[in-house]
């Protein structure tokens, strides 16, 4: 609360002591004698820390000057201007590692390491994220991707979900159209990490803003959510087998890969794709790539793939979510 009691006059400066990477909710109130007081409407704004040069503290790891862990450069939000308290996320979780004994509720570890971005709520309801400004290259590939566990008691499937956005043009406003989203929940419901990732086109602005955001539906008995392991990078040429082995960044550009069977409709989570197999040269692995059902020029077998896209899950399989491709036409033998 800040308040100023200077004589009346028309000009006023009030200085704050702030912290960087925080968000803040305001409303100004101007009090006379009854029943002249005013009362303005809550707004908010962030503090916001120096553009980062790469995504910085993906994993949740980073600390402070006085070794304190810290979500820094990311800043938290809530997604709705005068919730309680309580509503908001719980932002940084942890030390509970990987591969240590302690655990988080619904039984939660870090992916790696031993912090992460969590949320839980017992009979209520948790919704905000935290964002983070990153340099990009305009009109180059990028793709995020993140570790996720979503676990609940009560509700129905998608009452608890994760969501990854990005917008191209570095706003901060986590309502603007101009963000894309990937929205995603655990089919398993348990305390297991899953994969989840997103590509798109960098803008002309040079800045990125990469959201991650959870979204609680109703008052369940228990809500948890938790996210890890956040990338943010062009893709680049890699092998199929690396790729499914991938311990941190989703993203890649799967280069003259053979396909061993041609397009056929998938449903996945309310959406239909076109899916094909692919497999390397020496029949080492093989994978799964999805295209947007409406989408033109598909593969058929025995023809090579060139496809940059980003590693999911769909269907409980491993498959990449192709974003631009290109096709080399048979015969190749596909067996």
Same mark, same amino acid.
């Given at each position: ?28 109130? &101007?009090?006379? !004698? ?11 704004? #962030? ?37 309680? *308290? ?12 990987? /591969?240590?004994? /302690? ?6 570890? %870090?992916?790696?390491?031993a912090y992460f971005l969590g949320a839980q709520?017992?009979? !209520? ?10 340099? =990009? ?7 995020l991707s993140v570790r996720f566990i979503t ?5 129905? @499937? ?15 406003? *986590? ?10 929940? &655990? ?19 040079? =800045? ?22 956040? &990338? ?31 397009? #056929?409709?998938?449903?996945? /989570? ?10 390397? @040269? ?12 409406? %989408? ?10 060139? =496809? ?15 974003? =631009? ?11």
């Open positions: 609360i800040v308040t100023e009691e200077a004589p009346m006059g028309y000009e006023h400066s009030i200085v704050l002591e702030l912290e960087v990477g925080k968000e803040y909710h305001f409303i100004a109130t &101007s009090r006379g !004698s009854s029943p002249y007081t005013s009362v303005s409407t809550s707004g908010k704004f #962030f503090t916001l820390p120096p553009v980062s040069t790469t995504l910085m503290n993906g994993g949740f790891e980073d600390t402070d000057e006085y070794g304190q862990h810290t979500l820094y450069p990311w800043v938290q939000y809530t997604i709705e201007s005068g919730v309680p *308290a309580a509503r908001a996320i719980d932002g940084l979780i942890g030390p509970y590692p990987h /591969d240590g004994i /302690d655990k988080w509720n619904a039984g939660i570890r %870090a992916y790696n390491g709520a017992y009979w !209520s309801y948790k919704n905000g994220g935290v964002f983070q400004r990153v340099s =990009v290259t305009p009109g180059q590939y990028y793709v676990h609940r008691v009560g509700g129905e @499937d998608g009452y608890n979900r994760v969501r990854i956005g990005v917008d191209p043009t570095g706003g901060t406003d *986590a309502s603007s159209p101009n963000i894309t989203w990937w929205s995603m929940f &655990s089919n398993t419901n348990d305390n297991q990490w899953h994969i989840a990732s997103g590509t798109l086109v960098a803008g002309s602005g040079g =800045v990125a803003t990469v959201f991650v955001e959870f979204r609680q539906q109703m008052s369940l008995e228990w809500h948890v959510t938790a996210v890890d392991g956040v &990338s943010f990078y062009p893709p680049s040429p890699i092998s199929v087998g690396a790729l499914k082995s991938s311990q941190w960044s989703l993203g890649a550009v799967l280069d003259g890969k053979i396909v061993t069977y041609g397009a #056929f409709p998938v449903w996945c /989570d309310g959406k239909q794709y076109s899916k094909v197999y692919v497999q390397e @040269d020496n029949r080492s692995s093989g994978i799964a790539v999805l295209f947007p059902y409406t %989408a033109g020029d598909l593969p058929a077998a025995g023809d090579k793939l060139t =496809v940059t896209g980003a590693l999911g899950e769909y269907n409980k399989e491993a498959g990449l979510l192709a974003e =631009v491709w290109t096709v080399d036409r048979g015969p190749v033998d596909p067996i």
